[in-house]
């Protein structure tokens, strides 16, 4: 479930990031600037990151708030789905990153199954789109949408990337450690039996 210090963090930091984005007048542009530095403050009496970090990260951006978007490349050979190990935490994840401007989803998933897996893909068909929030993900200070995108494996050799340190195919019951971060042991699950069934519809929150 959603922390709700952190649920209202964010809806307070969307609130005064749009209203810095469109508000003429200066007294409102005060009362937004307001509103951003106690988004700022709860994170940081909450999580006790330093200031200037969380304003930097959480509260820079400009223009209208909307989630990020987070496209994982799904691939499965002999029953087994691909996952890599990531650098950053030595845990385990369905390839993916956030997307690019400029890519669409389709060429996100092949972009980053490459790049993290040495494996040339063909994107056929969007299994999931979820909102984090809904499942049991680690506290994120961003609001995120996930795809998950099946894809078709036409070349290429496993091989690890720049973000990544192994590459491998596992069996649902024979999972390693997760990076809860990227992807849930239920989301995996529940790909699997999209894999058993694929006459099943896109799942989405």
């Known amino acids: 479930m959603q922390l709700k210090w952190l649920e209202w963090a964010k809806q307070i930091q969307a609130i005064s990031q749009a209203g810095l984005a469109y508000s003429k007048?200066?007294?409102?542009?005060?009362?937004?600037?307001?509103?951003?530095?106690?988004?700022?403050?709860?994170?940081?009496?909450?999580?006790?990151?330093?200031?200037?970090?969380?304003?930097?990260?959480?509260?820079?951006?400009?223009?209208?708030a909307t989630p990020k978007v987070d496209i994982r490349g799904v691939v499965f050979r002999d029953h087994k789905i691909l996952l890599v190990q990531e650098k950053t935490d030595?845990?385990?994840?369905?390839?993916?990153?956030?997307?690019?401007?400029?890519?669409?989803?389709?060429?996100?998933?092949?972009?980053?199954?490459?790049?993290?897996?040495?494996?040339?893909?063909?994107?056929?068909?969007i299994l999931a789109f979820l909102d984090k929030?809904?499942?049991?993900?680690?506290?994120?200070?961003?609001?995120?949408?996930?795809?998950?995108?099946?894809?078709?494996?036409?070349?290429?050799?496993?091989?690890?990337?720049?973000?990544t340190t192994q590459v491998g195919f596992f069996e649902e019951d024979h999972l390693p450690e997760l990076s809860t971060e990227r992807n849930t042991e239920g989301q995996i699950r529940a790909l699997f039996a999209m894999m058993r069934d694929p006459e099943q519809d896109t799942v989405f929150d």
């Open 90 to 125: 030595g845990a385990w994840a369905i390839p993916g990153g956030w997307a690019d401007i400029g890519l669409s989803a389709k060429e996100v998933a092949v972009k980053e199954v490459k790049e993290e897996s040495g494996l040339d893909v063909r994107p056929t068909k």
């Open 133 to 163: 929030k809904f499942h049991d993900h680690p506290p994120s200070a961003s609001h995120v949408y996930k795809v998950f995108i099946l894809c078709e494996e036409v070349g290429g050799e496993a091989a690890a990337g720049m973000e």
């Open 25 to 64: 007048d200066m007294y409102d542009l005060e009362r937004f600037e307001q509103l951003r530095a106690l988004s700022v403050e709860i994170m940081h009496e909450y999580t006790e990151v330093e200031v200037h970090t969380i304003r930097n990260l959480f509260a820079s951006e400009t223009g209208y």
